[in-house]
């Protein structure tokens, strides 16, 4: 399948036979250029082994059978988002999606809601333009609440969950016939602020989210968390906001009719 | 001469590669005032520089062995909290003494970090585990270092944010296919768009090869060798944060010997041997397996933790192959390679090596080379420019 | 809303050919539990807001006389009628239940017990549905 490797120590080594067996998957892949009138689907027959990702399959047919299809690729751990695909029709990551999982034929489309660039790769601009201003990178750490941070530290933090792949925008239905729709990841980035603010500007946050096209032109469907990678939970945090905003929409109500 | 202010169009850099070094590179030439075109066949950082496991560095792990890169390390560290705030997780990083043979190499290591100008705090077992209880409960000693975690894509995405808003093109989904080259003088790129499936030609006065591990396979299209030996390595990525600060071996380098958290995941790296060629990389069974092996010694709930990815990058190591057969003793620097003066090549450069965390301390240095050569008079301003965020990049 | 200009000038999501098709909110094969929870909600609702058109109409039989009306009442005793009764039931068990479902995670309570809800309304729906078809189907 490709150039062999020089490990600085033991190959060969029989445990890895089995996961080296070498077996083909056939995939039908998504193509389409700016002055095509319409995409068409492209099938290839690539080698496969047990640890093999859709996205190494992809990156075998870029080097190996068709150098011009254009795909998004980074991390290649699930961390950066770019990879974000439909893989027979649903939302995932190619870099953590293994071939061997799928079945022998297997169908790469880009992700939906969003304009098709070239191939697989879409134009993130209309995702990261739905996002609100603030849009914080860092949070407190969760993780081992038992422990204490060293010296000089305040506190431990960590990035946030959301890692700005679309799957969430790609999987919600709503967004299909409400193009205008903020969507599960603004929304979600926005509450993940009210939750923990750093010196943000919550008021903001809230009346940018009460909007029809905001909070309110959620349906419920929770597609959205199933289709999140990161365990970002969108639609729960839709609801969060929605929560925040009839309370104080409840006690402004009730503050007024007190002073009328 | 061409001062900012005057008159004459500005020089035209047409930069081949769109990693962080690439990026960086633009960033800082877009400062100086030079018109910019950066092209990259995928998406930016979608070569070595997206896939490390994200340690910004604090240098000491070279702090012995390899005191240019430690100090390199330790002062771009600095930089680059200044200029990216809110970008890395700032929790430090500890190196930990599992075994006697560990608290050997303690002292020296303590004393070289010193000699670099890199902080440490000696602590014991006991406040070690009151930082990081999922630590191996045998380890002896550890030492606090400033190490941090970077996102390997946002970081770099907040030079390439900048220099685009500063008025660089930068041109993913294109790809280089010749460089455009007469009698020795190398004056632009036949590159194929992927957006269009279009091939055509970018002129430009200089051009600049930023290409990391394939930065011999674009040299050799204007006819010359640059010593750059692809060396992976192999990392591993579980679910859950095993730890909140980076957690490093006490050794001398050394296969699976750290640990970086990131978001919810923890990675476990690396690994190290060479190739021929960086475009297809193996994830070989048994370095996975030892990661998993060595992981264990600093974290012993690495064996539970569930998979999340295995995956292989390649380090840009300068050096002519056959020197090493595993890359590791080879120098960690950078180098710009001007091909007019190595190779009698008008009109192109490389720049190659580094490390992640020294992106723009080798895009100052290759910028000075290349506004020395187009007599361009202007200071580097990257130590003190605070980027953009990458959000920035994408908006429309 | 932010970038709406520039998404309408750059013209329609490119989706010919792809789904989800502008009606591919109605597919919830191979989508999650909450899909089609909704998909259900919609049907339902589109088929109450028909019935209750039906419903009306039926009623303005009674303007034309007890002969008119006890004609319709011979339809309405016939089986296939007892058992659109029956569908009726269904309809509204599960728009109202589910209904109760979204009103309760929509405000923010329960989201993340959506399943749980879902399934303790279908389990709630299923048995007073039985109840109300053998009371309904009696005579049958």
């Known amino acids: 399948m490709s150039a062999q490797p020089q490990p600085s120590s033991d190959a060969g080594n029989s445990a890895g036979t089995a996961a080296t067996a070498s077996e083909s998957r056939r995939l039908r892949v998504f193509r389409f250029k700016r002055g095509d009138e319409r995409p068409h689907y492209e099938t290839f027959d690539v080698p496969t082994i047990a640890r093999t990702t859709v996205l190494d399959a992809l990156r075998w047919i870029q080097i190996h059978r068709d150098r011009t299809l254009a795909l998004r690729h980074s991390c290649l751990h699930a961390s950066c988002g770019t990879c974000g695909l439909r893989v027979n029709g649903r939302e995932a990551l190619a870099c953590v999606t293994t071939v061997r999982d799928l079945g022998r ?51 431990f933090e960590r990035y946030e969950d959301c890692i700005e792949c679309g799957l969430c925008l790609s999987a919600c239905p709503v967004v299909v016939t409400a193009e205008r729709y903020v969507g599960p990841a603004a929304l979600a980035s926005a509450e993940r602020v009210v939750e923990e603010p750093r010196g943000a500007e919550v008021a903001n946050l ?35 906001l929605r929560g925040t905003l009839l309370g104080r929409q409840l006690r402004a109500q009730r503050r007024e009719e007190r002073t009328t | 001469m061409s001062a900012s202010g005057s008159r004459t169009p500005p020089a035209h850099v047409l930069i081949v590669g769109g990693g962080g070094t690439g990026g960086a590179l633009a960033h800082d030439l877009a400062l100086r005032g030079l018109k910019i075109t950066l092209v990259e066949r995928g998406e930016f950082t979608s070569g070595t520089t997206g896939r490390h496991h994200g340690l910004l560095h604090s240098g000491a792990r070279y702090a012995v062995n390899d005191r240019e890169s430690a100090v390199e390390c330790i002062e771009e560290n600095t930089i680059l909290r200044r200029i990216c705030p809110g970008t890395f997780e700032e929790n430090d990083g500890l190196f930990v003494a599992v075994t006697d043979e560990d608290m050997e190499y303690h002292d020296d290591f303590v004393k ?36 941090a975690t970077m996102d390997a894509m946002r970081m770099p995405l907040r ?49 600049v090869n930023a290409t990391g591990p394939w930065s011999e396979k674009v040299a050799a299209m204007a006819g010359v ?46 690994s190290s041997w060479t190739v021929e060629d960086p475009e297809e990389l193996d994830v070989p069974e048994d370095h996975v397996r030892r990661m998993y092996e060595e992981g264990v010694k600093l974290i012993p709930a690495v064996a539970q933790a569930e998979f999340r990815a295995a995956w292989s990058a390649a380090r840009p190591l300068i050096g002519s192959r056959g020197a090493a057969d595993t890359g590791r003793e080879l120098s960690r620097t950078f180098k710009t390679y001007d091909h007019a003066e190595t190779d009698g090549v008008e009109g192109f450069l490389t720049i190659t090596g580094g490390k992640a965390t020294t992106l723009r301390g080798m895009a100052e240095l290759c910028a000075d080379v290349i506004c020395r050569k187009l007599g361009v008079e202007a200071e580097c301003r990257t130590r003190d420019t605070i980027l953009l965020p990458h959000t920035e990049l994408f908006a429309a | 809303m932010p970038g709406a200009e520039e998404r309408r000038a750059r013209g329609p999501v490119l989706r010919k050919g792809l789904g989800p098709r502008p009606i591919g909110w109605l597919d919830p094969r191979g989508r999650s539990l909450g899909h089609v ?16 058109y039906l419903h009306l109409g039926v009623l303005s039989m009674l303007l034309r006389g007890e002969r008119a009306w006890n004609d319709f009442l011979g339809l309405a005793t016939t089986t296939i009628f007892l058992l659109l009764d029956v569908l009726l039931l269904f309809g509204l068990l599960y728009h109202g239940l589910n209904g109760l479902r979204v009103a309760l995670v929509g405000m923010g309570y329960v989201p993340n017990l959506q399943r749980a809800l879902w399934w303790a309304g279908t389990v709630i729906g299923t048995l007073v549905l039985l109840a109300g078809a053998l009371h309904i189907l009696e005579d049958v």
Request: with cysteine; glycine share 6%.
């Open chain 1, 206 to 240: 809230l009346a940018w989210a009460d909007d029809p096209d905001g909070v309110w032109r959620c349906h419920a469907i929770f597609e959205c968390t199933v289709a999140c990678p990161s365990n970002v939970n969108p639609a729960a945090r839709i609801m969060s």
């Open chain 3, 37 to 52: 929870a909704f998909v259900g909600n919609r049907i339902t609702g589109l088929g109450l807001v028909f019935y209750l």
């Open chain 2, 159 to 207: 030079f390439f944010a900048t220099a685009q808003k500063n008025g660089a093109d930068l041109r993913n989904y294109m790809e280089v296919l010749e460089l455009v080259a007469n009698q020795r003088v190398v004056s632009g790129a036949l590159v194929r768009d992927q957006v269009t499936g279009k091939v055509g030609e970018i002129r430009a006065d200089l051009v």
């Open chain 1, 105 to 155: 034929e297997i169908t790469v489309e880009p992700i939906a809601n969003l304009q098709v660039l070239t191939d697989l790769v879409v134009d993130m601009r209309e995702l990261f333009a739905r996002f609100p201003e603030e849009h914080a990178l860092v949070r407190e750490s969760e993780f081992l609440p038992e422990a204490d941070p060293p010296e000089g530290i305040e506190a």
């Open chain 2, 225 to 270: 060798d640059v010593p750059i030996s692809p060396s992976p390595g192999v990392m591993l990525a579980l679910r859950g944060r095993l730890c909140n600060m980076v957690v490093n071996r006490l050794h001398r380098s050394g296969d699976g010997d750290i640990i970086v958290p990131q978001r919810a995941l923890s990675i476990v790296g690396t």
């Open chain 2, 112 to 147: 070289g970090c010193a000699e670099c100008g890199i902080p440490t705090q000696e602590l014991t077992r006991d406040e070690a585990l009151a930082l990081e209880p999922n630590l191996n409960p045998a380890l002896k000693a550890a030492v606090r270092v400033p190490d």
